[in-house]
């Protein structure tokens, strides 16, 4: 570690991997539900399982995404942190914040939540992945103001690298476009027309920012290659992203009620979408290929290497699936829709940001690497994690084509719980796979326990 | 005429991340291209009707001033590698100053379509009609601010036969800028 | 790759093209706000509308069902249920019937809870439902049963 204030990303990395459990716990609970009608009911409906899970999904990638800007900038700047207090101060915010959410949901019924926390006052709770209270949402966006200002002004006192100002450029994005959440008109389509600006330009924007940023840095690191190279292809990277990714947001705007001509614009540019994944795997390869050193954190490489190929299958390939307006017509609110949801988010944002622990935990506790066996185990986890989220995908993707063969495109449509019986076969598929994603995650965490060999910190 | 060295070994001039630039612009023009023959193959009658209306006259004459820019661009490059700055920096001024004139009557056009009430929702015709031709509108504002920029630093004498890749490169953005205009004119206004 | 192709001239492609697009973005949103009153049925939002809507987020049911495609995948599609269910003609009566009959006795199957709905929040859904199955949706979903 070059820089002591680094160390503030410790407890943010290890909230975000026992946030991580939690978010299998309840995705497990959920793809149970799916066959099962009767398992926890009523003491978690489905509705409130899947809230923490795609919830818990969010915040631990912010908690990893934190983390690794407190790491990676001091060291991008070449000094201090301006205030590891504040970070660590707004580490238990952020964190308390968010357990009393999930308490919350857990156990307080939904409409009496809101009634609680000032839902009449600001209606925006109960809209897919914004359902935080009023409270917890300006609580994020002070954690989100406290952490930029801490970040900027190391940033404004230090050397000012292109990786850095991606991140920052990414972040402030993330923060900008969040505050559309508390927007929520009467008018469904305006709602959903802006809903999409958060979501859609978090993920396939801004966040893709901070994903291309946090694997530059991690590349630049282990394969020892020039940084002038690896920024330039940065920039190329980013800059693919947002001029397909922007206009691609018209990809969500078929059928909501918006005009038809999305229909073309959507098609055309994410269409062109997968571009920017693909060259990042292209980049990932090309770096470790032109590698100037053998780092000793080969997990680390593995991981970022899988970032590449999964974030290219799952938010290219399986992006592109169903994105024409003309396949979309069918495949609108399927599980084709989540087969891609689950193998997009794994590939770039899970990968990144364990890719990121993975380098920078073991020199957070003293060492350039893990011993052997620790990483042995730590790949198996990746392997096991890796092949059954692609199974995963695989077996929604098959449920999808039984919902849009049996209940869209059929002369004699059929109704959708008739349809949903009919696919269980997969969404058994899918459990057992989930399963074993979660033997990977054990896996995971139990790499940290293995001592061993270790080599002296770099 | 002396060439840079340099490039004699690229092949490519100007700077080579306008070029890949260019290649993905071409895509996404491309793309839409393709994207608007599909649409007219639906409805070839109400692509025609709609085309009638359009004021080829217009898009005629802002082909020629395209075409003429272009051209002023290339004498622009031809005087730097002379060591010419001031030429240089007027050729490139005459050539902005067609593009203003492009832009000038594009506006004129825009103005009588929406005065006419027709928006990208009216048909289909119209939603490629106005968002190809709005879409190639920014580039070429895009273009005159590249321009300008070179224009600036010529004046100042900032470029010489040596190092030039300034001039090459805004002069590669407003080739490509011209050809997308190039098949744009004939397959909106002109191809039935 | 040429050596002409410098670390600054990518920063200012992603600069340049990333406003660029931006603007063209915000261009396309003026317009469908434009375009919009037309479409989106919202000459039909009445207070009971959005007293509805309301009922409709405070008790998550986006998190089992989808509203025009988005949401989760667990339960049927909404969007158009009030045509589904009958439209003018029992619609409105089938779907608080529905609801109020939650959870259903079938052992095994998906279970919806019971949320204790008033009489007047029962109509205000109705109301939020009718008015988005009448919003333009350019034909989706392909069939009734969403």
């Known amino acids: 570690m070059q820089y002591k204030s680094q160390a503030v990303a410790k407890p943010y990395f290890i909230a975000a991997i026992g946030l991580f459990v939690g978010q299998i716990l309840f995705g497990l609970i959920m793809g149970l539900q799916y066959v099962m009608g009767d398992f926890l009911f009523p003491a978690i409906p489905f509705n409130i399982a899947r809230m923490v899970h795609t919830n818990l999904l969010i915040v631990w990638l912010l908690f990893g995404f934190m983390g690794a800007a407190y790491y990676l900038i001091p060291e991008e700047t070449e000094n201090e942190l301006y205030s590891p207090k504040l970070a660590i101060i707004t580490f238990w915010i952020f964190l308390i914040a968010g357990a009393l959410t999930i308490v919350g949901y857990l156990l307080v019924p939904y409409a009496r939540l809101a009634e609680f926390t000032g839902n009449n006052i600001l209606a925006t709770m109960g809209r897919e992945f914004l359902e935080q209270p009023l409270v917890t949402k300006i609580g994020i966006v002070i954690v989100a103001l406290s952490f930029l200002f801490n970040i900027c002004m190391t940033l404004l006192k230090g050397r000012k690298t292109s990786i850095s100002l991606v991140l920052v450029l990414g972040l402030l994005g993330l923060a900008v476009f969040f505050l559309f959440s508390f927007y929520n008109p009467s008018n469904l389509v305006l709602d959903k027309y802006y809903w999409w600006w958060v979501v859609h330009l978090w993920v396939e924007g801004v966040w893709e920012l901070i994903l291309g940023a946090i694997l530059a840095f991690v590349l630049i690191k282990v394969t020892g290659v020039d940084r002038e190279v690896i920024e330039k292809w940065l920039y190329v990277i980013v800059t693919m992203t947002l001029i397909t990714g922007i206009i691609g947001t018209g990809h969500h705007y078929y059928w909501i009620g918006t005009p038809e001509y999305w229909q073309w614009w959507g098609s055309v540019f994410s269409a062109l979408e997968p571009i920017p994944f693909f060259m990042m795997t292209i980049f990932a390869f090309n770096m470790v290929n032109r590698r100037r050193r053998e780092h000793p954190n080969k997990a680390a490489v593995l991981w970022a290497l899988g970032t590449g190929v999964l974030a290219f299958l799952g938010a290219g390939v399986w992006g592109f699936l169903h994105t024409l307006a003309p396949v979309n017509y069918y495949t609108h609110g399927t599980q084709m829709t989540a087969s891609h949801g689950h193998l997009a988010f794994y590939g770039a944002y899970v990968c990144v940001v364990i890719t990121m622990i993975s380098y920078a935990m073991p020199i957070l506790r003293g060492r350039a690497a893990n011993s052997n066996t620790a990483q042995v185990v730590e790949m198996w986890s990746f392997w096991l994690m890796s092949v059954s989220i692609v199974f995963i995908t695989l077996f929604l993707t098959a449920a999808g084509i039984v919902q849009v063969w049996l209940q869209r495109y059929s002369d004699t449509p059929m109704a959708f719980m008739a349809v949903q019986d009919k696919a269980a076969i997969f969404y058994w598929m899918r459990e057992g796979a989930g399963v074993i994603f979660l033997i990977g995650l054990v896996t995971y965490i139990a790499s940290f326990f293995i001592k061993g060999e270790t080599k002296a910190a770099a | 005429m002396t060439t840079d060295a340099r490039n004699q070994y690229e092949g490519l001039p100007g700077d080579f991340a306008i070029?890949?630039?260019?290649?993905?612009?071409?895509?996404?023009?491309?793309?839409?291209?393709?994207?608007?023959?599909?649409?007219?193959?639906?409805?070839?009658?109400l692509f025609n009707a709609s085309q009638e209306t359009l004021n080829r006259t217009f898009g005629a004459i802002n082909t020629m001033v395209l075409i003429t820019s272009s051209y002023f661009v290339v004498r622009a490059v031809n005087a730097i590698k002379c060591d010419l700055s001031r030429d240089c920096a007027w050729?490139?001024?005459?050539?902005?100053?067609?593009?203003?004139?492009?832009?000038?009557?594009?506006?004129?056009?825009?103005?009588?379509?929406?005065?006419?009430?027709?928006?990208?929702?009216?048909?289909?015709?119209?939603?490629?009609?106005?968002?190809?031709?709005?879409?190639?509108?920014?580039?070429?504002?895009?273009?005159?601010?590249?321009?300008?920029?070179?224009?600036?630093?010529?004046?100042?004498?900032?470029?010489?036969?040596?190092?030039?890749?300034?001039?090459?490169?805004?002069?590669?953005?407003?080739?490509?800028?011209?050809?997308?205009?190039?098949?744009?004119?004939?397959?909106?206004?002109?191809?039935? | 790759m040429g050596t002409t192709f410098t670390k600054s001239m990518a920063r200012n492609i992603f600069y340049g093209g990333s406003v660029f697009f931006f603007l063209l973005f915000i261009a396309l949103t003026v317009d469908t706000t434009k375009a919009l009153p037309k479409r989106d049925n919202s000459q039909n939002i009445t207070a009971e509308v959005e007293r509805g809507k309301k009922v409709w987020e405070t008790n998550n049911c986006i998190g089992c069902h989808t509203l025009l495609g988005e949401g989760a995948y667990f339960a049927p599609e909404l969007g158009n249920v009030y045509k589904r269910r009958g439209g003018d003609e029992g619609g409105a009566e089938f779907i608080k019937e529905w609801i109020k009959m939650q959870p259903l006795n079938i052992p095994g199957r998906r279970k919806m809870p019971q949320f204790h709905l008033t009489d007047q929040e029962l109509d205000d859904l109705v109301a939020f439902l009718k008015y988005a199955s009448e919003i333009n949706t350019e034909k989706w979903p392909p069939n009734i049963e969403g």
């Open chain 2, 19 to 45: 070029w890949i630039f260019i290649l993905a612009e071409m895509l996404a023009f491309g793309v839409l291209f393709v994207a608007y023959a599909f649409a007219r193959a639906h409805d070839v009658a």
């Open chain 2, 91 to 192: 050729w490139l001024g005459m050539a902005w100053l067609l593009g203003a004139v492009f832009i000038s009557i594009k506006c004129v056009e825009f103005y009588d379509k929406f005065s006419a009430g027709i928006t990208l929702s009216t048909n289909s015709f119209y939603m490629f009609y106005l968002a190809l031709t709005f879409f190639h509108f920014m580039h070429v504002l895009m273009g005159m601010i590249i321009l300008a920029v070179v224009i600036v630093k010529a004046r100042r004498g900032g470029y010489s036969s040596r190092d030039h890749t300034g001039v090459e490169t805004a002069a590669s953005f407003w080739h490509m800028v011209d050809l997308l205009w190039i098949i744009l004119f004939p397959l909106i206004y002109v191809i039935r």
